[in-house]
């Protein structure tokens, strides 16, 4: 157990010092551009399906509880509203890095982590070209630019089936319910959840590249490599969300005031 706590340490530490590598490679503009289009579609365009359809459900599950106990409060008018801070605010981000996370950051650590067990990587060193130019960057630079529009897309279709639900199951009209969205969300909402979802994107990548980088031991090291990528990139969004939302929202509240 200490072995394997002492392993991660140290993996983790090497994520820290790759993070910082990227981004002093990017601030230098050393962008390998084919690569960077190739895992821009793979992160965004090929995840969007599975993002939509998480959040269209997660949207009308929220919907279904928050309104059966709002209706009862003579509150109905504003469930559209708590629907749109909790989905921008928190469940928006977080649950599109997770999905990215389960689908994108195994496959990083997965590929990568296979080049570097048949010694693809050393061929690269070999052919004086730098794997994180090459291989990570590429990723980093992807994550971060498609999960901010993921999170967008993913938050409009969580209030359309919200939407839906709420019109069609709770008789709440839906101009009711668009103008509460409307009293509700600012402009800071959404920035803050582009915010995240920046930095969500981040950690994927850069823990998904550097479990594969630091894979060892054949085909048994990239399997493991892979799932304690995506187990570390949740624990990552989970902790560092927290912090986030602390920065981002202390004080008291001020979206029921306006609405009221």
Known sequence: MSKSLELWGKRMWAAMLLGGQVTVHLLQGKVHRRNTLEQMVMVGPESLLIALLTASFVGMVFTIQVAREFIVLG?????????????????????????????????????????????????????????????????????????????VLSLVAALAGGLAIATSMYDIPQKVFLESVQNFLTIWDLCSAAIKAFVFGALIAVIGTSWGLTTSGGAKGVGQSTTTAVVTALMAIFIINFFLSWLMFQGTGSAITRAV
């Open 75 to 151: 509150a109905g008018n504003v469930v559209g509203g708590v629907l749109a801070l909790s989905l921008a605010r928190e469940l928006g981000p977080v649950l599109t890095a997770v999905i990215v996370a389960g689908r994108v950051g195994s496959a990083f650590a997965a590929e990568i982590g296979t080049m570097k067990v048949t010694e693809q990587i050393d061929a690269l060193y070999m052919l004086k070209t730098d794997p994180v130019d090459y291989l990570v960057g590429p990723r980093v630079i992807a994550s971060c630019l498609m999960l901010p529009i993921l999170t």
